[in-house]
Structures are given as C-alpha cells and as structure tokens.
C-alpha cells in the first residue's frame, strides 16, 4: 500500500480484500487514522497491523464486524487489537456469544479504560448486561440494537433500567435503542423504559438520527 495514500487517511474500512504485505510505513510516521473497521471474512495479515496500529495513535474508534456465518476473528487479534485497547473512545462490537471462539471479545473490552460511547448490534438485554458489567470507564453514550429479540425477559423494562445501575452507565447522557420487532405491547414497554431514562437524567433515542449525532 501506497504511503502517501495511508497517511491522510482518517477512516479505513477493510471490507473486501486481504492485505498480507506489510504497509512501508517509516518509523516515528504519525498516521491521520482516526476511525479503522474490521470485518472478520477478511482480516488484515499479523504484518500489516503490526506496521499499522503503531503508527495509529490517533486512532479512537474500532468497529468490529462478525463475518458471513458468524466467522470471527483469530486468537493472534488479542495481542494486535489489545495494544490500542487504551486509546479507544468508542467500539462497534457484536454479541459475544457470535463471537466465542478466537479473538476475545469481553476481555478486549476490559482494556478499553477510555471508552466513552459503545454501540452494539443483534444484542439480547441479557448479553447487553454481561459487556456493559465489564466495561473499565464511565460511558457517555450508548447505543443498542436488540435486532428482532425485544426481550426474553419477563419484565423487559426493569431488566433495561437495570442497565443503568452499573458503573459504565454511571455518566450516561443518551441511550440509543432500537429493535427490529414492533407491536403495541413493545411501543408501551419502550414508553416506560423511555420515561425510566429522563428520570435517571439519561437521554432516550430511537432510530432517528442528526446532523450532530456522534451515536
């Protein structure tokens, strides 16, 4: 890869092609890479991240992608990844439980000390939970896609509110929430989850966003 292209580069989404020769990066350059998604069909070679991340110091948001029929990321990601764990603002991730096998996923989310807004997709209340329990820093926003489960709870709203007791939610300023199901028993339990969030001082979305969204 072309160094003048990778230096002004702030977002990198590698999608569609495995890079497996190293980037010529020179030492001490200072990448402009501010956000880096991953999809696991086709992750970067050891080579290329070695060469990469440490020149990404700028680098504060990490998406990770689940692959076609749940492929996941190799174990080699925990050493890769977990080297800018620390500088990270904010992390896209999928439900753990799709990704149980290789990269590890909740323990990466413990070294994210600098976390402030999360965001995760095709999540259950229950799997919510488990990340948000180990999550080192207070969040300022947070986004959740229940994908077409509402709840396998029997109270969803208490199991939802719940949420906001734990420390990562301590500071939480807006709360994202959307599902792919809809009915009017949903739509009633959303308004008193909604409800639940102003009275803890949290701001309720839904799917709608804005110009000056950041989640």
């Given at each position: 890869?072309?160094?003048?292209?990778?230096?002004?580069?702030?977002?990198?989404?590698?999608?569609?092609?495995?890079?497996?020769?190293?980037?010529?990066?020179?030492?001490?350059?200072?990448?402009?890479?501010?956000?880096?998604?991953?999809?696991?069909?086709?992750?970067?070679?050891?080579?290329?991240?070695?060469?990469?991340?440490?020149?990404?110091?700028?680098?504060?948001?990490?998406?990770?992608?689940?692959?076609?029929?749940?492929?996941?990321?190799?174990?080699?990601?925990?050493?890769?990844?977990?080297?800018?764990?620390?500088?990270?603002h904010h992390l896209t991730m999928p439900d753990p439980a799709l990704a149980s096998n290789g990269f590890d996923l909740l323990g990466f989310v413990t070294s994210c000390t600098s976390l402030k807004s999360l965001e995760l997709h095709d999540y259950t209340i229950h799997?919510?939970?488990?990340?948000?329990?180990?999550?080192?820093?207070?969040?300022?926003?947070?986004?959740?896609?229940?994908?077409?489960?509402?709840?396998?709870?029997?109270?969803?709203?208490?199991?939802?509110?719940?949420?906001?007791?734990?420390?990562?939610?301590?500071?939480?300023?807006?709360?994202?929430?959307?599902?792919?199901?809809?009915?009017?028993?949903?739509?009633?339990?959303?308004?008193?989850?909604?409800?639940?969030?102003?009275?803890?001082?949290?701001?309720?979305?839904?799917?709608?966003?804005?110009?000056?969204?950041?989640?």
């Amino acid at each position: 890869m072309n160094l003048k292209l990778l230096v002004g580069i702030k977002s990198f989404i590698i999608k569609n092609g495995r890079f497996t020769k190293r980037p010529l990066i020179p030492p001490n350059t200072k990448l402009a890479l501010k956000k880096l998604r991953l999809m696991a069909d086709f992750p970067p070679s050891p080579a290329f991240l070695n060469i990469l991340l440490p020149a990404a110091s700028s680098l504060t948001r990490l998406e990770l992608r689940t692959g076609f029929g749940g492929i996941w990321f190799p174990k080699r990601f925990n050493k890769h990844l977990g080297a800018i764990a620390h500088q990270l603002h904010h992390l896209t991730m999928p439900d753990p439980a799709l990704a149980s096998n290789g990269f590890d996923l909740l323990g990466f989310v413990t070294s994210c000390t600098s976390l402030k807004s999360l965001e995760l997709h095709d999540y259950t209340i229950h799997a919510t939970h488990k990340v948000l329990a180990v999550v080192p820093s207070a969040l300022d926003l947070l986004e959740i896609d229940l994908g077409r489960e509402w709840s396998q709870d029997n109270d969803p709203v208490a199991a939802l509110l719940a949420i906001l007791e734990l420390p990562a939610a301590a500071e939480l300023k807006r709360w994202r929430l959307t599902t792919g199901k809809d009915c009017v028993k949903m739509a009633q339990e959303r308004a008193s989850w909604e409800e639940g969030c102003r009275a803890r001082g949290v701001e309720p979305r839904d799917g709608r966003r804005f110009f000056t969204d950041l989640c």
